[in-house]
Structure formats: structure tokens, C-alpha cells
T-cell receptor, first 115, second 115 residues
Framework: KAGVTQTPRYLIKTRGQQVTLSCSPI?????VSWYQQTPGQGLQFLFE???????NKGNFPGRFSGRQFSNSRSEMNVSTLELGDSALYLC??????????????FGPGTRLTVL | AQSVTQPDIHITVSEGASLELRCNYS??????LFWYVQSPGQGLQLLLK??????LVQGIKGFEAEFKRSQSSFNLRKPSVHWSDAAEYFC?????????????FGKGTKLSVKP
């Protein structure tokens, strides 16, 4: 079974631009979560989607948004990029429902650099 | 507030020596606990998890962890470290309240292995 895939793997943008990152979960997984990883703040939860609905959201500004499609693939968007948005963005998928929801499988991440 | 503390930022051990990485959590009920490993430039790989039952859990790559409720700890151990174990290790807790879609991570412990 293929793992979680994320595209692109690397991205360079300039301040003020917007960016869209994509995540394809493991086949059969219906929950997708996004995390931001930086050296200073570590791993921080962005949001979680299930059945095309955002169920949970972390403490990030509204410039960070996401969505999930009917095939469980997910995208996250960051508008008006700031230097501080430079980070590794990780996507994780898990099965739906109950305790299994918490066992998350991570993709390799998208490394975003904002200049 | 829920939190995870990994007291050691960086640990160096000799190849063949034993390893223990510490993790303490703050949580209002029985937590779901995880250890992940991250190699440079990669995503997170699940090493092991604790949901309930036996407090000593076995994981992949020869790792084990012990849940101690009285100490709010979930330390990771390995009897004999291999050079390929050099990586960063993250402890995480999940499943609190109605927010089941996200994990709270510690800041990580970077493991270096001396030949």
C-alpha cells in the first residue's frame, strides 16, 4: 500500500505570494491532518479534515486554510506569505473513527522557503 | 493545558550502548502516546504507540517504551543502539477531548551515535 504523498517536495516563494500544497492520504484513510514544523516552534498542528469537513483547527492565522476533496486528498493554502512561514509542512493521514483516528501516518513533507 | 516535554535536546551515545529517551506529558485523562522518528529531510515514522493495556509496548527497529501513569512518563528505550538510529525522536500525545484529529508533540531529542 502506498504511503502518504505530498507535492511539491520543495517550494520557493517570495513574501506576499500565495502557495498551495497537496497531500494524498493512504488509500482508505479518510482523515488528513496538517502540521507545520520549524526549528523554533517545533511541530504545530494546523488543521484536520474528515469527509471534506474541517473538524479541528490549530492556532494559526486565517491566512492558512485548507480543504479536502471527495477522494480524501487535501490541499492547504497559505496566502500573503511571510518570512516566518518558511517551514516543513507535513501531512498525516489516519483511518476514520474511534481510537484509530489517532494513529497518524506522515508524508515526507513540503519544504517551503519564503524569500 | 495538554503538553509534552522532552527534557533532552541532544543525546550522544556510542554504538552498541543502551539508550533511553525521556518523555513527560501533561494530560487530563488516559492519553494516547506515540513515539516518532524523523531522519533529516524526511517525514515522521511511527515507532510505537500506547493506547491501553500492557504498559510496556514494543515497536519497530528494536525500540520499546514504558508508560508510567504515576510519573506521567513514556520513555523510549533500546538495548543496543546502531549507527542508523541517529535521527530526531519525537514523543506525542493525542486524543484529548473532542479534538481527536491532532497530536501534540514534544520539541524532540536529537540522537547522535558515536562509532
Amino acid at each position: 500500500k502506498a504511503g502518504v504523498t505530498q507535492t511539491p517536495r520543495y517550494l520557493i516563494k517570495t513574501r506576499g505570494q500565495q502557495v498551495t500544497l497537496s497531500c494524498s492520504p493512504i488509500s482508505g484513510h479518510r482523515s488528513v491532518s496538517w502540521y507545520q514544523q520549524t526549528p523554533g516552534q517545533g511541530l504545530q498542528f494546523l488543521f484536520e479534515y474528515f469527509s471534506e469537513t474541517q473538524r479541528n483547527k490549530g492556532n494559526f492565522p486565517g491566512r492558512f486554510s485548507g480543504r479536502q476533496f471527495s477522494n480524501s486528498r487535501s490541499e492547504m493554502n497559505v496566502s500573503t506569505l511571510e518570512l516566518g512561514d518558511s517551514a516543513l509542512y507535513l501531512c498525516a493521514s489516519s483511518l476514520a473513527g474511534g481510537i484509530s483516528l489517532n494513529e497518524q501516518f506522515f508524508g515526507p513533507g513540503t519544504r517551503l522557503t519564503v524569500l | 493545558a495538554q503538553s509534552v516535554t522532552q527534557p533532552d535536546i541532544h543525546i550522544t551515545v556510542s554504538e552498541g550502548a543502551s539508550l533511553e529517551l525521556r518523555c513527560n506529558y501533561s494530560y487530563g485523562a488516559t492519553p494516547y502516546l506515540f513515539w516518532y522518528v524523523q531522519s533529516p529531510g524526511q517525514g515522521l515514522q511511527l515507532l510505537l504507540k500506547y493506547f491501553s493495556g500492557d504498559t510496556l509496548v514494543q515497536g519497530i527497529k528494536g525500540f520499546e517504551a514504558e508508560f508510567k501513569r504515576s510519573q506521567s512518563s513514556f520513555n523510549l528505550r533500546k538495548p543496543s543502539v546502531h549507527w542508523s538510529d541517529a535521527a530526531e525522536y519525537f514523543c506525542a500525545v493525542g486524543g484529548y477531548g473532542g479534538s481527536q484529529g491532532n497530536l501534540i508533540f514534544g520539541k524532540g531529542t536529537k540522537l547522535s551515535v558515536k562509532p
